[in-house]
């Protein structure tokens, strides 16, 4: 199975690719963890911020496969606990599907990205930043995967 992050935004702190590739890492005996990197778009004074948006939403469509699960990160997704996600994720594995997952930029994702996905999670109720995301739904990939296999990470 291929999980393909696509996030917003490009030129990470190394503290933020470290810890990607650390779960990217570990996961890899059985998944593979992608990250496809689209560019943020310039946000300015002035900048179009909506055009900005559905910019890269065009990127982060494209970077898909035409029968990829699409999950969208949105605050208004749907919340789980690691329980809940890890068991559906478990039910996704037999169908052999790969899973895209958009990380949107700061303002987001575009409305052509929600309406396209297949599902959408929310994380948190907090705010995150973006960059971090990566790092903790990778972290959390991982823990599902450990959940799924009995692996003792999650206990």
């Excluded at 779960?23 to 909506?50: F, H, M, S």
Aim: hydrophobic share 35%; charged share 25%.
């Amino acid at each position: 199975m291929r999980i393909k992050l696509i996030a917003v935004g490009t030129k990470m702190p190394s503290w933020i690719n470290e810890g990607f590739k650390e779960y990217q890492k570990r996961l890899n005996q059985d998944i593979t963890l992608e990250l496809c990197e689209i560019p943020a778009g310039k946000r300015g004074k002035n900048a179009d911020v909506t055009r900005i948006t559905e910019k890269e939403g065009e990127l982060m469509l494209a970077a898909i496969g035409n029968n990829d699960r699409v999950i969208a990160l949105d605050v208004k997704g749907k919340r789980h606990t690691t329980d809940n996600m890890a068991a559906r994720l478990k039910t996704l594995l037999p169908e052999g599907q790969h899973i895209s997952l958009f990380i949107g930029g700061p303002e987001g994702l575009s409305p052509q990205c929600l309406q396209r996905a297949d599902e959408k999670w929310s994380l948190s109720d907090l705010t995150l930043p973006h960059p971090l995301v990566r790092v903790l739904l990778a972290e959390q990939l991982y823990r599902c995967w450990s959940v799924i296999k009995g692996h003792p990470y999650h206990r």
